[in-house]
């Protein structure tokens, strides 16, 4: 559609007026704009991935694994509507493209990373992210009201408790048996940036199938995280998207879209990631020009707010892997809440917490008791 290239245009001229200049993303016109604005960025984002597979790091092939099933869930939605079966037969098509690109992937990791492989391969095989079917809103009311340095944060501590749940150690374990250390590690409170989003990625993990001790207040811990990620994301937007804070801004979308948190659709946060793709590499990543010159407040919560290095994959011409990765998964999630706005019926089903149960392991409660229980809501767009 020529139309839609000018719609870009001016979402990118005019920022403030894009949420008001839509179509009502309740109607067929509102998903089929949205989306005609989204596919063409996923699109070539696979692209970018189909060039650079054999150097794609195990967190790139996971962000696009995550796309996959956000795909799934649109192309079932829509297939169905007849005035939604164009978008349905073209993420069709996108998925035909992604599934062979995400097998093979699996064949160069073993090349490049074996023993991390074998560690995490359960996250990057089909079916093991599931879709929400019951939305949620965050509750203000449990942000943190101080948290620790991101820099006392261990990737290779939090790594091993994930080994451990996974039950895919050198030791034999069995899935969801931890120790002591990492049950205190994925409980506890405080935590910021990274920390944060790997105590969520932990308890999304654990719905492979754990049930029982810590995991009966999995609902309730992930309720805590993303109050605090939401928070985190706010920040990032007050200081206009400062390059250091895109990536847990988009990671934070990433995860707690999946886990059911619909205020983390914003239409302005889908705005400005859609305006971080490199255009010509499909990729996302470094700015070829970013104004470092930010006021000291702005600065201090950039700190605050940076990257944790990891097992990053950063190419020569600004590519990251993990920018690629965390944005393609936050843009799936956008697709994906589309299908579910309005809710069936009027309402998305109901959801019932576990009676709180589990302890931290010096035999304490944690401080989660504020009022957090789930609503039957609908995206927040």
């Given amino acids: 559609m020529a139309s839609m290239g000018l719609l870009l245009l001016l979402l990118l001229l005019a920022p403030p007026l894009w949420p008001f200049s839509l179509p009502p993303p309740d109607t067929p016109e509102g998903k089929a704009t949205i989306s005609d604005l989204i596919l063409p960025v996923l699109e070539r984002a696979t692209s970018f991935l189909k060039k650079r597979l054999p150097e794609i790091n195990l967190d790139g092939v996971v962000g696009f694994r995550v796309l996959e ?22 993420v069709e098509k996108l998925l035909r493209k992604l599934a062979p690109l ?17 560690e995490f391969q359960p996250i990057v095989q089909p079916g093991f992210w599931k879709l929400p079917h019951v939305w949620t809103h965050i509750n203000a009311s449990m942000v943190y009201p101080m948290t620790e340095p991101q820099d006392i944060f261990s990737e ?40 944060l989003s790997h105590q969520l990625l932990f308890f999304l993990s654990a719905r492979m199938g754990c049930t029982g001790g810590l995991f009966h207040q999995s609902q309730r811990y992930m309720n805590l995280f993303c109050a605090n990620m939401m928070d985190l994301n706010r920040r990032a937007e007050a200081i206009g998207y400062a ?4 990536d847990i801004f988009m990671e934070n979308i990433m995860f707690c879209g999946i886990g059911g948190f619909s205020d983390f659709y914003k239409l302005q946060w889908l705005e400005a990631i859609l305006s971080w793709q490199k255009p010509q590499e499909g990729c ?30 950063q190419f020569t011409d600004g590519c990251s892997s993990h920018n690629t990765a965390v944005a393609v998964a936050a843009l799936g999630g956008f697709l994906y809440a589309l299908t579910q706005y309005p809710p069936a019926h009027g309402e998305l089903q109901h959801a019932t917490l576990a009676p709180p149960t589990a302890a931290h392991v010096d035999g304490s409660m944690p401080a989660i008791h504020q009022e957090d229980k789930i609503h039957a809501v609908g995206p927040s767009f």
Avoid: I
């Fill in 243 to 246: 390059y250091p804070t895109r």
């Fill in 156 to 195: 290779e501590q939090s790594d091993l408790c994930l080994v451990q749940l996974l039950g895919t150690g050198t030791d034999s374990s069995q899935p969801c048996q931890l120790s002591g250390f990492c049950k205190s590690l994925m409980t506890k409170l405080g935590c910021s940036g990274y920390c």
């Fill in 69 to 90: 099933v956000n795909l799934q869930g649109v192309q079932e939605g829509w297939a169905q509507d007849p005035l939604l079966q164009p978008l349905s037969l073209r």
């Fill in 284 to 313: 996302f990543g470094k700015p070829d020009a970013e104004d470092d010159k930010l006021p000291k407040d702005s600065q201090h919560q950039q700190h605050y707010l940076r990257r944790v290095k990891r097992r990053e994959k």
């Fill in 102 to 118: 995400l097998h093979r992937s699996l064949f160069y990791l073993k090349l490049s990373d074996p023993q991390y492989l074998r």
